[in-house]
């Protein structure tokens, strides 16, 4: 039997707003492994699949969402831009949020939430369709007008600003109504200023520092929390993390499945070639 997952993206959002760590694990090693139960297992709140980049296919997300639920763990997915196609799909599939990238206006803001929202009292340009076979489940006794409002706010948009004019109206692009969390892009924020991108805490280039440092005190003003990767090695994380904390962002980190496996099949071969010779 499914068991249907107890936590959900308001409270989700909630916990981070209580300045409390959420873990995030990019999935890259696909279906039939035993990394949702790992995600589970080691602390993790959610798992991230990558449809900008990734290759997953759309089947293989909504079982990849069905397995998720048996273990608590929310869904979230990047699209691969502003479609209300693949939207609607991830949705059906019981997606419980979507990171738009490349938000670099206003307009494209109230898009992303246009597509994610049903049109309610407090999101009146809400566009989502509706489809009752799909998506999230309606509550017993619960009315339309409660289901709309709870899947709303059950239901995140995530935003990446990774690109100088979406750091030049970061203010407008945050005004939108239905904003959830913003995403930043060091290395594509990087591509386009024109600098070297570096993973390293306090490497950045002065013109990224400068861009980072607005998105997150904005985003602190509005209460949004805020989140980009902090690397993967355990002398980077910490500095990084808290370098960056100091300046607004949140406790939101993310780590994918083989970089994690990666580390811990490098851990454990270098421990034993140590203590071994």
């Known amino acids: 039997m499914l068991v249907i997952s107890q936590m959900n993206g308001k409270e989700l959002l909630e916990k981070l707003k209580r300045e409390e760590i959420v873990l995030s694990m990019s999935l890259r090693l696909g279906m039939g492994n035993p990394a949702i139960a790992a995600a589970k297992k080691t602390g993790f709140d959610y798992i991230y ?31 691969p831009g502003l479609d209300v196609g693949f939207v609607n799909r991830v949705l059906d599939a019981g997606a419980n949020g979507v990171v738009f990238p ?41 009315g339309w007008e409660g289901y709309f409002n709870r899947v709303n706010d059950e239901t995140l948009v995530g935003l990446m600003i990774e690109d100088r004019e979406g750091v030049k109206a970061i203010e407008e692009i945050l005004s939108v109504e239905g904003v959830d969390v913003v995403y930043i892009g060091k290395m594509d924020m990087s591509f ?65 499945d083989q970089n994690l496996l990666i580390q811990g099949a490098k851990d454990y071969a270098e421990a034993l070639k140590a203590g071994l010779k």
Not at 207 to 220: L, P
């Open 49 to 79: 699949v990558d449809f900008e980049h990734g290759v997953m296919e759309m089947e293989t997300f909504a079982q990849t969402v069905r397995e998720a639920r048996g273990y608590d763990l929310l869904t979230l997915c990047r699209a």
């Open 102 to 142: 490349h938000i670099m206006s206003k307009e494209d803001a109230i898009r992303a939430v246009e597509l994610l929202k049903f049109k309610t009292e407090k999101i009146p340009f809400g566009k989502r369709g509706f489809e009752p076979a799909y998506g999230l489940p309606k509550l017993e006794g619960e």
């Open 192 to 256: 386009s200023y024109g600098v070297p991108f570096t993973p390293l805490a306090g490497k950045d280039a002065p013109v990224i520092e400068e861009a980072i440092t607005k998105i997150c005190a904005e985003c602190s003003k509005r209460g949004i929390p805020v989140r980009f990767t902090v690397g993967r090695n355990t002398d980077e994380i910490v500095p990084n993390a808290n370098r960056w904390i100091e300046k607004g962002r949140s406790r939101l980190f993310m780590a994918n």
